[in-house]
């Protein structure tokens, strides 16, 4: 069973900087992609930022030049600094995981919570 255990997260100023990391354990298959997807009350889970294996990223374009993704394969820990920081970045960020061959996983979630 995979476990996904996240910190980071928390209350920030517009224009602030915040930093998620997430770290996964248990798995017996190779890790094909990490990254994290985020959720807002009313709204659908959407995209963040995800890298593949190979270390190619894909951010979401709200997110572009703002948030950066990184991956350390051999912790098997995904971070993502997110700077910059606006009101509609309030959500509650969620890990992903997909093993090859299996998945995706998820985080329990972290609340980040972008207020004045």
């Known amino acids: 069973q995979v476990q996904l255990v996240e910190s980071g997260g928390g209350l920030v100023q517009p224009g602030g900087s915040l930093r998620l990391s997430c770290t996964a354990s248990?798995?017996?298959?190779?890790?094909?992609?990490m990254g994290w997807y985020r959720q807002a009350p009313g709204k659908q889970r959407e995209l963040v930022a995800t890298?593949?294996?190979?270390?190619?990223?894909n951010y979401a374009d709200s997110v572009k030049g703002r948030f950066t993704a990184s991956r350390d394969n051999a912790k098997n820990t995904v971070s993502l600094q997110m700077s910059s920081l606006k009101f509609e970045d309030t959500a509650v960020y969620y890990c992903?995981?997909?093993?090859?061959?299996?998945?995706?996983?998820w985080g329990q979630g972290t609340q980040v919570t972008v207020s004045s």
């Open positions: 992903n995981v997909v093993l090859l061959g299996a998945g995706p996983y």
């Open positions: 248990g798995s017996r298959f190779s890790i094909l992609a």
């Open positions: 890298i593949l294996s190979g270390g190619s990223t």
